[in-house]
């Protein structure tokens, strides 16, 4: 079966910098996205990785292991705002985005 | 720009019940799409579309019928519906279905079934 692993919960300090694992299995790859969710709203997107290495945008950086599985979404100068969950998602080889259930981020002062 | 559009957000619904949840997108999207999503559970797709007049089934499309008469919307149908349906429902568009195939989701519409 196809599946995401992520953390369900971490915790971290305002200004500091944190790193959400996801790992993945899936029938093939096309890609994987990071996107953002806050409590009650809708996903947004943040980022996406098809080859792998590291994407930079702004505060937020995401790395791809194709060959590992494994990709981590690198949060840095974190500010409350930052509180949310952040979702895993693989595109497999029929074009299907496969989800993780995400990873809930508290930021506290 | 509203983007993606649902209604209604909030619904209670008794078993056996029957409902059309609404999505409108204003980007000119050829991909529409709905999800459910559970606690503890990942974004599980239910019906897509990619174009007027066609309709796909995802993952967990049981209990679900959808239609896509216009381009800009995309309908979600509960005929009979039963507790396990009890989930919040988004909606999503992309300009395409492969690639970096970015979704806009919709606010999303908080179901109950009692």
């Known amino acids: 079966g196809q599946n995401i692993d992520q953390p369900t919960e971490m915790t971290a300090t305002e200004g500091a910098i944190v790193q959400i694992n996801c790992t993945y299995q899936?029938?093939?790859?096309?890609?994987l996205f990071w996107y953002q969710q806050h409590a009650g709203e809708a996903p947004t997107f943040l980022s996406y990785n098809v080859l792998d290495g590291l994407e930079e945008k702004g505060r937020f950086s995401s790395f791809l292991s194709r060959s590992k599985g494994y990709s981590y979404l690198l949060l840095k100068e974190l500010q409350m705002k930052d509180s949310a969950s952040y979702l895993c998602?693989?595109?497999?080889?029929?074009?299907?985005?496969?989800w993780g259930a995400g990873t809930k981020l508290i930021i506290k002062p | 720009n509203a983007g993606v559009t649902q209604t209604p957000k909030f619904r209670v619904l008794k078993t056996g019940q029957s409902m059309t949840l609404l999505c409108a997108q204003d980007m000119n999207h050829e991909y529409m799409y709905w999800y459910r999503q559970d606690p503890g559970m990942g974004l599980r797709l239910i019906h897509y579309?990619?174009?007027?007049?066609?309709?796909a089934k995802g993952e967990v499309p049981d209990g679900y019928n959808v239609s896509r008469l216009k381009k800009q919307n995309f309908l979600l149908g509960l005929e009979s519906a039963a507790p396990s349906q009890t989930s919040v429902y988004f909606c999503a568009s992309s300009g395409r279905h492969s690639g970096a195939n970015v979704l806009t989701f919709g606010a999303g519409s908080r179901l109950t079934v009692l």
């Open positions: 998602a693989v595109m497999d080889s029929n074009y299907q985005l496969i």
């Open positions: 899936t029938s093939g790859f096309n890609g």
């Open positions: 579309s990619v174009g007027e007049g066609t309709t």
